[in-house]
């Protein structure tokens, strides 16, 4: 969707190295999500924002840390990354308010690749 | 805590035919329900949500799937496949009490469509 971008949309890193992934949406949402996709797990929350520097973790959260300091950008970043972290990233965001149910809009993802 | 289960892995079936996708959720109460499909390399996209009234919901591509209680499912449905259908499905719960209106998906259904 136009209203939200991912950036790199490829990324090789080396174990240990620091990684951000960057989303960037147009649509001035509230909620903004990073997942994680792998084979045979689905989508996995990772961390999420519920406005400017307001964030909380999700259920596979440990390695990763997120920072939101404008509305349009959420940034996802792995402190040292390992191979366990290859996987595809993807960023998501929501109209919702407290309550809602609006569902979201996915960004294109980022496929990272940790060796 | 909330969950989904999509218990078919693979499914396969021919251009034309009928399709039915399982699945089951856990909730304590009435839910968000969401189906999405992802062909490859590309992000997620909505089909249909349900959120209250009528139990059969109409989705984008013509698909529809029916929410029933006292199964806890949310079947997803299409009378007709095309082969352009093939691609993985995802099915989502969210929570109605806020706090952030986090997800929660299935591990998905990857749909082969024969010609």
């Known amino acids: 969707d136009a209203g939200i971008t991912q950036s790199p949309r490829h990324k090789v890193t080396e174990t240990g190295t620091p990684v951000t992934l960057r989303c960037h949406q147009t649509e001035n949402h509230r909620y903004m999500y990073w997942y994680r996709q792998d084979p045979g797990h689905g989508l996995r929350l990772i961390h999420y924002?519920?406005?400017?520097?307001?964030?909380d973790k999700g259920e596979v959260s440990d390695g990763y840390s997120v920072s939101r300091s404008k509305t349009e950008d959420f940034l996802l970043t792995l402190e040292s990354a390992t191979s366990s972290q290859t996987s595809v990233y993807f960023c998501?965001?929501?109209?919702?308010?407290?309550?809602?149910?609006?569902?979201?809009?996915f960004g294109s993802g980022t496929r990272l690749t940790v060796v | 805590a909330q969950s989904v289960t999509q218990p078919d892995i693979h499914i396969t079936v021919s251009e034309g035919a009928s399709l039915e996708l399982r699945c089951n959720y856990s909730?304590?109460?009435?839910?968000?329900l969401f189906w999405y499909v992802q062909s490859p390399g590309q992000g997620l996209q909505l089909l249909l949500k349900?959120?209250?009234?009528?139990?059969l919901v109409q989705g984008i591509k013509g698909f529809e799937a029916e929410f029933k209680r006292s199964q806890s499912s949310f079947n997803l449905r299409k009378p007709s496949v095309h082969w352009s259908d093939a691609a993985e499905y995802f099915c989502?719960?969210?929570?109605?009490?806020?706090?952030?209106?986090?997800?929660?998906f299935g591990t998905g259904t990857q749909l082969k469509v024969e010609l």
């Open positions: 909730y304590g109460a009435t839910p968000y």
């Open positions: 349900y959120f209250s009234g009528d139990t």
């Open positions: 989502a719960v969210a929570s109605r009490t806020g706090g952030g209106n986090k997800l929660t």
């Open positions: 924002s519920y406005g400017v520097k307001d964030t």
């Open positions: 998501a965001i929501s109209e919702s308010t407290s309550g809602g149910g609006y569902g979201y809009t």
